[in-house]
């Protein structure tokens, strides 16, 4: 069994070691094209939360299955929360475990949908209180020069070689065999999002390149991330214990 403090654990074993730190995994429950299961960000973002509790010897708390999706409403299983209940969800977390006595809380995005954890992490950290928050995307967090796609000026948006060589070295046994490329119809940006769900981009709901992909790159790609991903934690964690304030020296305190 892993000795990483999560849910398979008591709550006697938990007030035992008193931790202080804890790492919540946020992802998502949408399409992803023909290949990949609804559940890809959570596949990918529960493996890097483990990952990263055991490194920095956190608590790990569930991941949470669904995020905000708007971009692929309308396509079959895709389960999206809205902007205003994320944000409430994070800040509820955030108030029990701060009640618990921790002091830092990593939440770790695996779905670059997830806008709204931006504005929640900011205000709660605004506020100063005793529990401060980082985030991480932990997908910038890998050696871009691994993926064939950006040599070629292909654009690698979703479902495509990054994240179906992720998936078949975590979960071969979950990705399918149709991987079809999609080229986007229009050079878009992340934030013509706002205005444009992905089908305007693509159809089928996956932009991208899955063909390019294999366990080797995913393999090559999760080294990447190990290398990188819990040293740029390590030193934010260090800034944070610098000077937990985040607000300026013009601010009213009493």
Not at 41 to 47: A, G, T
Not at 122 to 130: E, F, M, Q, S, T
Not at 199 to 204: G, I, K, Q, V
Request: charged fraction near 25%; charge should be positive.
């Amino acid at each position: 069994m892993s000795d990483i403090l999560d849910g398979s654990k008591t709550s006697f074993e938990w007030r035992r070691r008193k931790p202080r730190l804890c790492v919540l995994p946020v992802g998502a429950f949408e399409q992803h094209s023909r290949h990949l299961p609804l559940c890809t960000d959570n596949f990918k973002v529960e493996y890097f939360g483990r990952f990263v509790a055991g490194e920095l010897k956190a608590a790990l708390l569930p991941t949470l299955n669904y995020g905000t999706s708007l971009e692929q409403s309308g396509f079959a299983g895709t389960v999206t929360l809205r902007a205003e209940t994320l944000m409430q969800i994070v800040r509820d977390i955030a108030a029990e475990v701060e009640a618990q006595g921790f002091t830092e809380m990593i939440v770790l995005n695996g779905h670059g949908g997830n806008f709204a954890l931006g504005p929640a992490v900011r205000d709660i950290n605004r506020r100063d209180g005793r529990l401060k928050i980082l985030l991480i995307n932990y997908y910038e967090h890998y050696d871009r020069g691994l993926l064939d796609g950006p040599k070629r000026g292909l654009t690698d948006i979703h479902s495509g070689e990054f994240e179906t060589s992720i998936m078949l070295a975590i979960a071969p046994e979950a990705v399918g065999s149709d991987r079809r490329d999609i080229k986007p119809r229009h050079d878009w940006r992340q934030s013509d999002l706002n205005t444009f769900a992905i089908r305007y981009f693509a159809p089928d709901g996956a932009p991208g390149y899955p063909s390019l992909a294999s366990e080797e790159k995913g393999r090559a790609i999760l080294a990447s991330f190990k290398r990188t991903l819990v040293p740029h934690i390590r030193e934010r964690l260090r800034w944070l214990r610098q000077d937990r304030t985040y607000t300026g020296k013009g601010r009213r305190t009493s």
